[in-house]
C-alpha cells in the first residue's frame, strides 16, 4: 500500500524518496567487519545510512518546541520554572503571569529540579552529569554563583526544607552500595552539612515536624511498598511506625498533619485505589480526607494555614483537579481546566494562589495560577509551538481490547488528521517504561510526530503492570507472570488486525527502558506479524540486567522482577530472556543507548545487538557517550528521532 502523505506536507516531506530496503538476514552480513561505523557529536552510529537534509528539516519541526514546568513559588510570589533556551532545561524565573523568562542557571547538563529555601529567594537545584543520575545538590539565588552542597561522587536526592527554612534534608548513597543516608544541614551554612543517620535500603526525607525535632522518613520497599519511621534528630534513632509494614502498601508525598500527630499521604492500603489519608501515628486509625473513588489520587497539597486542600484524580489517564474546604468539608467550584496530564499543583507561601501545570495532547506545558479568592484562572507562561500548527496535531482516542485471560487492556490511539477514515495506515506500538509506568493522554512530540510525517497510526497500550488502574492491575505482571504482558501485547495485534483503518501487514513494536524489554520479547514472539522493532536501553536479560544495575536500585527491582539469585527465579529469567529467544527475532531491529546508564546498564544493549548480528539479523546501533537513562540533550535527541524515521520508513516500505 501506498504512503500517506496528505497535500499540507508534500513540500516537507520531498525527503520521503525511496530509500534502500533492508538487506535480507544473510550469514555474510553478520561479521564484525561488516559493521559501518560513523561518529556524530558524542554518538558511534553503526550500519546507520547517512540521514537526509529533508529528515532533518521535519525533525525540527517537532523538535523546536519548548515547554514550561512549575518547579516551585518564591515568598513575592512570583514563581522558579524549568525551560530549554538552548540544549538542556534550566532554571529560570517568572516575576508575573506573562513576564518573560529570566534565564537563572547555565549549565551543560539539565537541571532536574528546584525547590525554595523557605522565606527567601534562594533555591535549591539539582543536575547530574552526562545523565548518570549521581545527583548533586546546588544552592543559588535570583543572582550569583551557585554553590555545592553535596560531596562529588554521591547521589543525593529529596531536598526536603523545614517550614522556618533553617533545616535542609536530603537522602544520599555512596557507589558500591545500596543504602542510604540521611543528611542535614542550615542552607545559611553549607559547612553543617552531617550525617543524621544512616538508613538500610531506599529512605528518604518525606517531612520535617514543625519543631525540626524530627523527620518522617520513607523507605522504598519496591514500586509497590513503603515503610514509614520517625528520625529523632537529637538522638539520631530512627523508630518505625508499626502500622506501614502491617500490611504491603503505598505511602506517598507523605507529610505530618497540621498538628505533628498524624501522617497525611496518598495510600493503597486497604484498598485497591490509592486515597488521600490521615494516620494516626500513635495508633495508626486511618481517616480518608477524600471520597471513595474509582481512580487513583495522584498528587495533592495544603495551604500553609491547614484550610485549603487541593487534590488531583487520575481518570483514565486524566487529570481531574478537586479544592475542599478542610474546615467545612465543603468542595470549591472551580473553572474549567486544561484537559490534560498536571504536572505541579503546589498553593502560594501565602495561601492566597494554588499553581497548576499542565500538559496536553496537543500542547508541550504551561503554568497557571487559581486566585484563592475570586476563583479566577491566569495563565503564567504561552511556550512556543515551534514551526508546529496545533490544528494538525492529533487527540489521542481512548480504546480497549481484551486479552488472552478476559482482560480488558487501555490504550490511546493517535491517529493522522486528515485522512479519510477507512484509509488503513501503517501501526506503531509504543509500550511504556516502568513497568509500573502508564501512558497518558499529555504531551508526546514522538506520537505527534509519527502519525504526521509517517503517515502512522501510534498505539500505546497499558499492558497489565501499568499503573494507574488500581493494586490488582499493577500486580498481574510481577515475577513469573512477566511474559502475561507480552500476551496482552499478541491481543493488541489481534485487535489491530480486525480494525479496517489500520494495516496489520506493516506493524512495529517500539519501546524504551522496561518498554524496550517489552519491544525485544514481542519481536521473539511476534516476528511473523512485525515488520521490525526500535529498543531503547531495553532489558535484554534479567539476570544480568539485575546483576549489573547500580546497586541503589538493585533491591527495588528484585521486588518488582523477581530475584536472580532464587534458583526457580533464575529459571523463569533464563526462559523469557530475549537474549535465550533472539533467535526467534528474524526482522530487522534499531537498538539506542546511553553510555552512562546506571539504570539499564550499556551491557543490555551491546549484548543484544551482537547476538542479533550472529544470527545475520539486520541491526543498527546508535550509543551517545554523553546520555544515561533518557536523551535529554537536544541535539542528541534531534539524532535519535531523525534515525528513528530513517529506520521505521524502511520497515514501512517508504
Not at 535500603?201 to 523507605?219: E, H
Not at 545487538?609 to 539479523?617: C, D, F, M, P, Q
Not at 533518557?630 to 521505521?648: A, I
Amino acid at each position: 500500500m501506498s504512503r500517506v502523505i496528505r497535500p499540507a506536507l508534500a513540500a516537507a516531506l520531498l525527503l520521503l524518496s525511496p530509500l534502500p530496503a533492508f538487506a535480507q538476514p544473510s550469514p555474510a552480513t553478520s561479521g564484525a567487519n561488516a559493521v559501518q561505523v560513523r561518529q556524530v557529536g558524542t554518538a558511534r552510529l553503526e550500519n546507520v545510512p547517512e540521514i537526509p537534509d529533508e529528515v532533518r528539516a521535519a525533525v525540527q519541526r517537532y523538535q523546536n518546541y519548548r515547554e514550561a514546568r512549575f518547579q516551585d513559588w518564591l515568598p513575592d510570589g512570583s514563581m522558579l520554572i524549568t525551560t530549554r533556551f538552548g540544549t538542556t532545561n534550566q532554571v529560570h524565573h517568572v516575576a508575573a503571569p506573562g513576564a518573560a523568562r529570566t534565564q537563572l542557571t547555565f549549565f551543560g547538563e539539565p537541571v532536574a529540579s528546584a525547590v525554595t529555601v523557605p522565606g527567601t529567594d534562594r533555591f535549591i537545584l539539582s543536575r547530574d552529569t552526562g545523565g548518570d543520575e549521581w545527583f548533586q545538590l546546588y544552592l543559588r539565588g535570583l543572582t550569583g554563583q551557585a554553590a555545592q552542597l553535596t560531596e562529588p561522587v554521591t547521589r543525593n536526592q529529596q531536598p526536603v526544607f523545614s517550614r522556618d527554612g533553617r533545616l535542609l534534608a536530603w537522602s544520599r548513597a555512596v557507589r558500591g552500595s545500596a543504602d542510604y543516608a540521611i543528611l542535614v544541614a542550615d542552607p545559611a551554612d553549607p559547612a553543617s552539612r552531617r550525617v543524621a543517620w544512616q538508613g538500610t535500603g531506599a529512605v528518604g526525607p518525606a517531612a520535617i515536624s514543625s519543631d525540626n525535632s524530627r523527620i518522617l522518613v520513607a523507605r522504598g520497599i519496591s514500586n509497590r511498598e513503603t515503610r514509614l519511621s520517625l528520625l529523632d534528630l537529637a538522638s539520631g534513632t530512627a523508630r518505625p511506625l508499626a502500622w506501614s509494614a502491617a500490611e504491603p502498601a503505598r505511602y506517598e508525598n507523605a507529610r505530618f498533619s497540621p498538628d505533628g500527630r498524624a501522617v497525611i499521604a496518598i495510600t493503597n492500603r486497604g484498598s485497591d485505589v490509592r486515597r488521600l489519608a490521615e494516620i494516626d501515628i500513635a495508633s495508626g486509625a486511618v481517616r480518608h480526607l477524600s471520597p471513595e473513588l474509582r481512580w487513583d489520587i495522584e498528587d495533592y497539597d495544603i495551604s500553609r494555614d491547614g484550610r485549603l486542600l487541593a487534590y488531583a484524580v487520575n481518570e483514565e489517564g486524566f487529570s481531574r483537579v478537586h479544592l475542599l474546604d478542610r474546615t467545612t468539608g465543603r468542595e470549591l467550584a472551580l473553572p474549567d481546566l486544561p484537559r490534560g496530564v498536571l504536572n505541579a499543583l503546589k498553593f502560594s507561601p501565602d495561601g492566597a494562589r494554588l499553581a497548576l501545570g499542565f500538559t496536553t495532547a496537543t500542547t508541550a506545558g504551561d503554568v497557571w495560577s487559581l486566585d484563592l479568592a475570586d476563583g479566577s484562572l491566569t495563565r503564567w507562561t504561552a511556550s512556543e509551538p515551534g514551526d508546529l500548527d496545533p490544528a494538525r496535531l492529533a487527540e489521542p482516542r481512548l480504546v480497549r481490547f481484551t486479552s488472552f485471560d478476559g482482560l480488558s487492556v487501555p490504550a490511546f490511539v493517535y491517529r493522522p488528521t486528515g485522512i479519510p477514515a477507512d484509509r488503513r495506515t501503517p501501526v506503531i506500538v509504543d509500550i511504556h517504561g516502568g513497568p509500573e509506568a502508564q501512558s497518558r493522554p499529555g504531551w508526546n512530540p514522538g506520537a505527534q510526530y509519527f502519525a504526521d510525517v509517517l503517515g502512522a497510526t501510534v498505539i500505546l497500550p497499558n499492558v497489565r503492570g501499568s499503573d494507574g488502574y488500581g493494586t490488582r492491575y499493577l500486580n498481574l505482571d510481577n515475577a513469573e507472570k512477566r511474559e502475561d504482558s507480552v500476551r496482552d501485547i499478541g491481543a493488541l495485534l489481534d485487535w489491530i488486525a480486525q480494525q479496517p483503518d489500520l494495516d496489520p501487514a506493516r506493524v512495529a513494536v517500539y519501546g524504551q527502558s522496561y518498554g524496550g524489554y517489552m519491544s525485544l520479547a514481542s519481536m521473539t514472539h511476534f516476528s511473523d506479524r512485525l515488520v521490525g522493532g526500535v529498543n531503547r536501553y531495553g532489558i535484554s536479560d534479567f539476570a544480568t540486567f539485575l546483576q549489573n544495575t547500580e546497586a541503589y536500585r538493585r533491591d527495588n527491582r528484585r521486588a518488582e522482577y523477581g530475584d536472580e539469585r532464587d534458583p526457580a527465579m533464575r529459571a523463569v529469567f533464563e526462559r523469557i530472556a530475549p537474549m535465550n529467544n533472539v533467535h526467534r527475532i528474524t526482522r530487522p531491529m534499531l537498538v539506542m543507548q546511553g553510555a552512562n546508564d546506571p539504570r539499564v546498564p550499556q551491557s543490555e544493549s551491546d549484548q543484544i545487538v551482537a547476538r542479533l548480528r550472529e544470527n545475520g539479523v539486520e541491526a543498527w546501533y546508535v550509543l551517545f557517550a554523553d546520555e544515561g537513562h533518557g536523551f535529554l540533550k537536544k541535539h542528541n535527541n534531534d539524532l535519535r528521532r531523525e534515525v528513528e524515521t530513517v529506520f521505521l520508513r524502511r520497515l514501512f516500505g517508504e
